[in-house]
């Protein structure tokens, strides 16, 4: 299954980099997330729940960055376990671009995912129904990140804040080296999710 799509955001892109690289950040965007931690310099893991029409199951994910040009771009492999549920697999690819002489940006993503599983017999159109709605809800939510909401206070979205371990190094060099979104995201499965 492939997936696109761009979101426009008010803030010049170092900044939706930066934002990108946080791992608090991104997993109070994620819809779901239970638990995000950063287990390498380009490597990340998280639990997020997830429900796709009949199938409710808790995902285990990776997501490693690859291709990272900042503030510009970066490649997400990512990869996502259900148990009975089934996985979900594949690539994402985030692009950050300059609008309004550099105090906005245009993040583009693409992914291209596979599931399999109970997942894959659900049928697409419910997936990527589901997929799409993840997508929107993780670039409100960034927005609001961005937009500087407070940290702690409710989600607008009713979803339970995620429980982030963030090893003691120097902030991450990369998560926004992922997308999310899950892209990512993460965005698919980041959004095994992104994400």
Same mark, same amino acid.
């Given at each position: 299954?492939?997936?696109?799509?761009?979101?426009?955001?008010?803030?010049?892109?170092? /900044?939706?980099?930066?934002?990108?690289?946080?791992p608090q950040v991104l997993a109070g965007c994620?819809?779901?997330? #239970?638990? @995000?931690?950063?287990?390498?310099?380009? !490597?990340?893991?998280?639990t997020v729940k997830i429900t796709i029409g009949? &199938?409710?199951?808790? @995902? +285990?994910? +990776?997501?490693?960055? +690859?291709?990272?040009?900042?503030?510009? !771009?970066?490649?997400?492999? $990512?990869?996502?376990?259900?148990? &009975?549920? %089934? @996985?979900? =697999?594949?690539?994402?690819?985030? /692009?950050?671009?300059? /609008?309004?002489?550099?105090?906005? +940006?245009?993040?583009?993503? #693409?992914?291209? *995912?596979? &599931?399999?599983?109970?997942?894959?017999?659900?049928?697409?159109?419910?997936?990527?129904?589901?997929?799409?709605?993840? !997508?929107?809800? $993780? $670039?409100?939510? $960034?927005? *609001?990140?961005?937009?500087? %909401?407070?940290?702690?206070?409710?989600?607008?979205?009713? #979803?339970?804040?995620?429980?982030?371990?963030?090893?003691? =190094?120097?902030?991450?060099?990369?998560?926004?080296?992922?997308?999310?979104?899950?892209?990512?995201?993460g965005t698919v499965w980041w959004l095994c999710?992104? !994400?």
């Amino acid at each position: 299954m492939n997936y696109q799509g761009s979101q426009l955001l008010p803030h010049p892109p170092e /900044r939706v980099w930066q934002a990108l690289l946080d791992p608090q950040v991104l997993a109070g965007c994620i819809a779901g997330c #239970e638990q @995000f931690d950063r287990t390498g310099d380009n !490597s990340y893991k998280s639990t997020v729940k997830i429900t796709i029409g009949p &199938v409710s199951a808790r @995902f +285990t994910s +990776t997501v490693a960055l +690859t291709d990272v040009l900042p503030p510009h !771009s970066c490649t997400l492999q $990512f990869a996502g376990q259900g148990g &009975v549920a %089934g @996985f979900g =697999k594949g690539e994402a690819k985030v /692009r950050l671009m300059p /609008r309004d002489g550099g105090a906005g +940006t245009q993040l583009d993503w #693409e992914a291209d *995912a596979h &599931v399999g599983g109970r997942l894959a017999q659900i049928g697409s159109r419910l997936v990527e129904a589901t997929v799409r709605k993840m !997508s929107e809800d $993780f $670039f409100v939510r $960034f927005a *609001a990140q961005l937009a500087g %909401g407070p940290q702690g206070t409710p989600d607008p979205l009713g #979803e339970r804040p995620a429980q982030v371990a963030v090893a003691a =190094k120097p902030p991450v060099q990369w998560w926004a080296r992922a997308v999310t979104l899950a892209l990512a995201v993460g965005t698919v499965w980041w959004l095994c999710f992104k !994400s």
